[in-house]
């Protein structure tokens, strides 16, 4: 077992700042560091990661040293630890392919998105560098609805021996075709779509459960989420919001003993509001109907930066993908990893997926 877990970021977003951050912050606090979701998993910390590679388009962040570029502009989100020293490793000029929609091209005036000039690395000199650098983990941040960039990361894992964390809802661990793909290569993937440390989707899968647990009759919901980063800004391309409003409403869907009817369920990202930044605000609303048939509702407002959220989650996915590798396991985790993800191979409640999660980080589980 090697003492650190050599990492590729796929997408030098406001994600990726926070999990570098995140990991300087761990390692310079050490104990001391605050919100650290299971400080140990399987005998790895977070700032056991290190940052090997990175594969952005944005010409602010090519070329740059990784320390630096996660602090470029269009990125947008809390600066938590300033502090992150010089990693030696250049990010480097990955393709566009379907990573940057026609939405993000219309928006270059305002500067949301500069392309880099520097010619993209080909499918071949990606893998190289994947091999050369000894990554044993790639973690994908790139902007939702690339499917065909998602796809062609994966591919370049799959040649290179790397497990995947997929962080977005573009289905690559839940979809059969991709897990077998990696189980033939040999190497764990792990997805999709990271549900955030406290977000609006835990939250509203909790009071949910809760409606189940109390016996209340659930008749309708909904979540709206707003905020101001160029993940929303992206999403306004409603044609690349397919497989998010899936991934958030299956997430709440199978919290419930019976799943709602399609027309009586809304969930997804609703509007882009600059001035927000990195704050996502989502609205939560359930209208159910107490002992005798009485109407009653619970509204509830979460206000969380985005990043950090899922930085979090991107922590513990990334020390249960090298557990995963190291004991020589390989395609989907089954539900071992549901606990992280909206939309995972299979889903269980959040009590269960966790007691897997930690069962299978200590040995006592087998994926």
Request: glycine fraction near 8%; aromatic fraction near 6%; include cysteine.
């Amino acid at each position: 077992m090697s003492p650190t877990i050599r990492t590729a970021i796929v997408g030098l977003g406001n994600c990726a700042s926070s999990l570098v951050q995140g990991v300087a912050y761990c390692r310079a606090l050490g104990d001391a560091a605050i919100g650290v979701p299971f400080p140990v998993l399987g005998g790895f910390r977070p700032q056991d990661v290190e940052i090997v590679a990175a594969f952005e388009v944005d010409a602010r962040k090519v070329g740059l040293d990784i320390s630096e570029a996660i602090f470029q502009a269009p990125n947008c989100t809390a600066i938590f630890h300033r502090e992150v020293p010089p990693a030696g490793v250049t990010v480097q000029r990955g393709p566009d392919l379907d990573g940057v929609s026609a939405f993000m091209r219309n928006q270059m005036a305002s500067r949301s998105f500069v392309p880099s000039d520097e010619p993209a690395l080909s499918r071949q000199e990606i893998v190289r560098t994947l091999k050369e650098r000894e990554v044993e983990v790639m973690i994908n941040f790139l902007p939702v609805g690339s499917q065909e960039a998602v796809e062609f990361y994966a591919s370049c894992a799959i040649e290179a021996g790397c497990a995947l964390v997929n962080g977005i809802p573009v289905l690559i661990a839940s979809d059969p075709k991709w897990s077998a793909k990696f189980r033939a290569a040999g190497v764990p993937v792990l997805g999709d779509d990271f549900k955030a440390q406290m977000g609006a989707t835990i939250v509203h899968r909790t009071l949910s459960h809760l409606f189940d647990m109390r016996g209340v009759h659930m008749d309708r919901t909904y979540q709206l989420n707003v905020g101001g980063n160029t993940d929303f800004l992206n999403m306004m391309d409603h044609d690349r919001l397919l497989t998010k409003r899936l991934s958030k409403t299956e997430a709440v869907q199978t919290a419930m003993v019976n799943r709602l009817e399609d027309q009586q369920i809304r969930i997804g990202p609703s509007d882009y509001v600059p001035w927000l930044n990195d704050n996502k605000i989502a609205y939560v609303r359930l209208e159910g109907r107490l002992f005798g048939g009485v109407p009653m509702e619970i509204e509830a407002r979460v206000s969380v930066e985005d990043s950090p959220n899922a930085a979090a989650m991107a922590l513990i996915a990334i020390r249960l993908a090298k557990i995963a590798k190291d004991r020589g396991l390989s395609g989907d985790l089954g539900s071992i990893a549901s606990f992280l993800f909206k939309h995972p191979p299979v889903q269980v409640d959040d009590e269960i997926g966790l007691a897997r999660m930690l069962a299978f980080a200590e040995g006592r589980e087998e994926a």
